[in-house]
């Protein structure tokens, strides 16, 4: 608890894109799952396939009912937040 919470942007989420370095969107918010890896019930392969990114999409097509918010209390990093443009 008392963790620090910072938004992320897409770019950032790229970078953790590893089993040892996971960190996932879901439904705008971004959390860290690599500890979760191990745990999760559908293995480590299923979960890396959303690793690194929004994987909004693919968590609702397997299970949707899933209540990751509080499976992932202490694994949350923040919000996404869209990359800003670049200056002109
Ligand atoms: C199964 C949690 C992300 C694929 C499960 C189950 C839980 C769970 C609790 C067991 C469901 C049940 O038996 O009713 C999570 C959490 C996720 C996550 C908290 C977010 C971090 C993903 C992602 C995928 C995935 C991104 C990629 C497609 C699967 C599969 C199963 C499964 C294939 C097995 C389904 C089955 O055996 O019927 N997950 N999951 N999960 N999950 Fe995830």
Redesign the pocket.
Known sequence: TGGRVVPVTRDELARHNRVDDAW?A?RGRV?N?TR?MDF???GVE??M??VGRD?TK??DE??AW?N?PQ??NKCYVGPLKENLAPRL
Do not use: D
């Open positions: 996932m879901i959390f799952v979760y999760h019930p559908g299923e979960l396939r959303g994987a693919l968590f397997v299970h899933v990751y499976l992932l």
